[in-house]
């Protein structure tokens, strides 16, 4: 699923959609490329295990079902970390940036679940009341990371009612992890969003930093770096 991308008003400044078709330079595209490919892997690994969970159930094979949704539980966690990971790296990277790139509140049509929409709702009020980039840039980066916080959180909760094999709340928990899975799928697309206008607002010397603190190794750099040593020992 791409980024749900509303009609937000026209702008002097550059704008979320500019940074978003724009293309990055170089090491910045590559580590861009890099840890969108890492979250994505991570994402469609949960994907297929919950569409497993919700097959075996449909086809009353219950015991088997509760198996498969505790690992769906294990891979949820897995990429809602990353994804925190990441707004916690930005929060502290960010001081390096020179000016601060547009970003949208998040919108409550693109949830389906109370605590995104509580969060989208919140956000879009404090965006209106918050002066300048920089504070509505970190704003955003804080509620995202809370909302995959609490998302994981309601997404191990109704797994664990599912594991126990009890009657009471299971269909409701059932309901529930497809609705969180849907919204966890916008918070993914708000950070790949996220990412490459911070990427684009980073200073290349900063760069590096970055991507260590992401693990996310820099190839090119790598290449220039065994070049130059090559020239100065001929």
Not at 62 to 87: H, I, M, N, Y
Not at 218 to 234: E, H, N
Request: proline letters at 3%.
């Amino acid at each position: 699923m791409g980024y749900r991308m509303g009609a937000w008003g026209s702008s002097t400044r550059r704008s979320v959609s500019d940074d978003w078709i724009s293309a990055l330079p170089g090491d910045k595209s590559q580590t861009f490329d890099l840890l969108v490919a890492s979250w994505e892997s991570v994402y469609a690994m949960m994907s297929v295990s919950l569409d497993d969970s919700l097959s075996l159930k449909a086809r009353g094979e219950l015991v088997c079902a509760r198996q498969q949704v505790t690992v769906t539980a294990e891979l949820f966690e897995r990429v809602s970390s990353l994804l925190v990971s990441f707004c916690d790296v930005v929060e502290r990277h960010s001081r390096h940036l020179h000016s601060f790139p547009s970003v949208h509140p998040l919108n409550i049509d693109f949830f389906r679940g109370d605590i995104g929409q509580h969060a989208a709702s919140w956000n879009s009020i404090l965006h209106r009341v918050l002066f300048g980039d920089r504070s509505r840039f970190h704003n955003k980066i804080r509620i995202l990371s809370e909302t995959l916080r609490r998302l994981n959180l309601e997404f191990h909760k109704a797994t664990l009612t599912i594991s126990s094999g009890s009657p009471m709340h299971r269909a409701e928990s059932w309901k529930a992890l497809d609705c969180i899975h849907y919204d966890l799928n916008t918070c993914l697309r708000e950070n790949e969003v996220l990412l490459k206008s911070f990427l684009r607002a980073l200073p290349a010397q900063n760069l590096g930093a970055f991507a260590l603190d992401m693990g996310v190794p820099l190839a090119t750099a790598a290449v220039r770096t065994q070049a130059w040593f090559s020239g100065a020992s001929a």
